[in-house]
């Protein structure tokens, strides 16, 4: 059973950064495309971002283009965002997933194992 571990959220004012980190108890992280997607309250859960098993693709959603970074470190079983110049309607509980795929997909239903999630609070 892969286990994915979200930290790295909290409250933070707009305009502001915060950096979130996901692990992977899997020894297979490495081959599996990995995913954030985002839920606001009242909304479906959305996607945010996806890079490829070596760094070598990235996807971003337009809402978060040319602000947010993803990546990985294999060695680590992590893969990161980096938010930067927050704004309140990033407020929401964000997930890491796996991708079920060998290629970087951003509908929910390709990725096959999710974290709990952390919750991300902008302020304006």
């Known amino acids: 059973q892969v286990q994915l571990v979200e930290s790295g959220g909290g409250l933070v004012q707009a305009g502001g950064s915060l950096r979130l980190s996901c692990a992977a108890s899997?020894?297979?992280?490495?081959?599996?495309?990995m995913g954030w997607f985002r839920q606001a309250p009242g909304k479906e859960r959305e996607f945010v971002a996806v890079?490829?098993?070596?760094?070598?693709?990235?996807k971003y959603s337009d809402s978060v283009k040319g602000r947010f970074t993803i990546s990985r470190e294999n060695a680590r079983n992590t893969v990161y965002l980096q938010m930067n110049s927050l704004k309140p309607e990033d407020t929401g509980v964000y997930y890491c997933?796996?991708?079920?795929?060998?290629?970087?997909?951003?509908?929910?239903?390709?990725?096959?194992?999710w974290g709990q999630g952390t919750q991300v609070t902008v302020s304006s």
């Open positions: 899997d020894r297979t992280f490495s081959i599996y495309p």
């Open positions: 997933a796996r991708g079920r795929l060998r290629t970087v997909e951003t509908g929910a239903g390709n990725y096959d194992y």
């Open positions: 890079i490829s098993w070596n760094n070598g693709i990235t």
